[in-house]
């Protein structure tokens, strides 16, 4: 008997068929697997499926899950995808591969401190506020010049950019606003730049415009409580 594709093989195939129609090769783009409010028990089937590469929001959530699942599986790649507070920078550095979220210059300041306490480079990306929106965390398009040189000053690993784009509307020109913004600061795909955009309803108009890694929740888990 023939068995239905899981929603990872799934979501694995349509990163794939976006990224050949781009003209890109799938091992391009890394999917991070967003397991917020999702208990471990639905995160191990995804992590015995090989999928390695997963995000959370918040810190202290991820704290209580993840220790104990990066000791059965100690491949495993943790991204921070929402805001952080200054405060929690040094729990962040320490349990993270990856932070998705700088948007200001005192982050800027309590992520070197914390890397430098923990003798530990992780990879950042700089929010952007791609849709001026008030309520969203990511710095102004107009503050990221000054911020990224503040994080270069401060040797921080600039790994690009990472957005979200307002709701409901189409997105396509956030992403492709992004890609130009990565371009204009020195963080193109041909200088090494990533590009973090794209969730569950439009990873695949992101992977077309460039995206590098996509951030995908409720197309694997299912929606969320
Ligand atoms: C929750 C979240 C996602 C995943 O959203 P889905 O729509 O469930 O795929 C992606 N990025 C960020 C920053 C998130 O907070």
Same mark, same amino acid.
Request: include cysteine; hydrophobic fraction near 45%.
């Given at each position: +008997?023939?068995?239905?594709?899981?929603?990872? &093989?799934?979501?694995?195939?349509?990163?794939?068929?976006? #990224?050949?129609?781009?003209?890109?090769? $799938?091992?391009? %783009?890394?999917?991070?697997?967003?397991? @917020?409010?999702?208990?471990?028990? *639905?995160?191990?089937?995804?992590?015995?499926?090989?999928? =390695?590469?997963?995000?959370?929001?918040?810190?202290?959530? #991820?704290?209580?899950?993840? $220790?104990?699942? @990066?000791? =059965?599986? /100690? /491949? %495993?790649?943790?991204?921070?995808? !929402?805001?952080?507070?200054?405060?929690?920078?040094?729990?962040? %550095?320490?349990?993270?591969?990856?932070?998705?979220?700088?948007? *200001?210059?005192?982050? %800027?300041?309590?992520?070197?401190?914390?890397?430098?306490?923990?003798?530990?480079?992780?990879?950042?990306?700089?929010?952007?506020?791609? !849709?001026?929106?008030?309520?969203? !965390? !990511?710095?102004?398009?107009?503050?990221?010049?000054?911020?990224?040189?503040?994080? =270069?000053?401060? /040797?921080?690993?600039?790994?690009?950019? +990472?957005?979200?784009?307002?709701?409901?509307?189409? $997105?396509? $020109?956030?992403? #492709?606003?992004?890609?130009?913004?990565?371009?204009?600061?020195?963080?193109?795909?041909? &200088?090494?730049?990533?590009?973090?955009?794209?969730?569950?309803?439009?990873? &695949?108009?992101?992977?077309?415009?460039?995206?590098?890694?996509? *951030?995908?929740?409720? #197309?694997?888990?299912?929606?969320? &409580?």
């Amino acid at each position: +008997m023939e068995s239905a594709a899981t929603p990872l &093989e799934d979501v694995q195939a349509r990163i794939a068929h976006a #990224a050949g129609i781009a003209g890109r090769k $799938p091992q391009d %783009v890394t999917l991070v697997a967003i397991s @917020k409010t999702h208990p471990a028990e *639905r995160i191990l089937p995804l992590l015995e499926a090989g999928q =390695r590469v997963f995000g959370e929001n918040r810190v202290q959530e #991820a704290q209580e899950k993840w $220790p104990a699942l @990066k000791e =059965r599986y /100690d /491949d %495993v790649e943790l991204h921070l995808v !929402g805001q952080l507070q200054s405060n929690k920078a040094e729990d962040a %550095v320490e349990l993270f591969d990856c932070i998705h979220s700088l948007d *200001r210059p005192s982050l %800027v300041k309590a992520l070197a401190k914390a890397m430098d306490k923990a003798g530990k480079r992780v990879p950042i990306f700089v929010q952007v506020n791609i !849709g001026a929106e008030e309520q969203k !965390g !990511g710095c102004a398009i107009a503050d990221l010049p000054g911020l990224l040189q503040q994080a =270069r000053d401060a /040797d921080l690993p600039i790994a690009g950019l +990472m957005c979200v784009p307002p709701f409901d509307i189409e $997105p396509a $020109p956030f992403f #492709a606003l992004l890609a130009k913004l990565a371009a204009d600061n020195g963080l193109a795909p041909e &200088e090494g730049g990533k590009l973090s955009m794209g969730m569950s309803g439009d990873f &695949e108009t992101a992977i077309m415009l460039g995206a590098t890694h996509v *951030r995908v929740g409720s #197309a694997l888990f299912g929606a969320r &409580e």
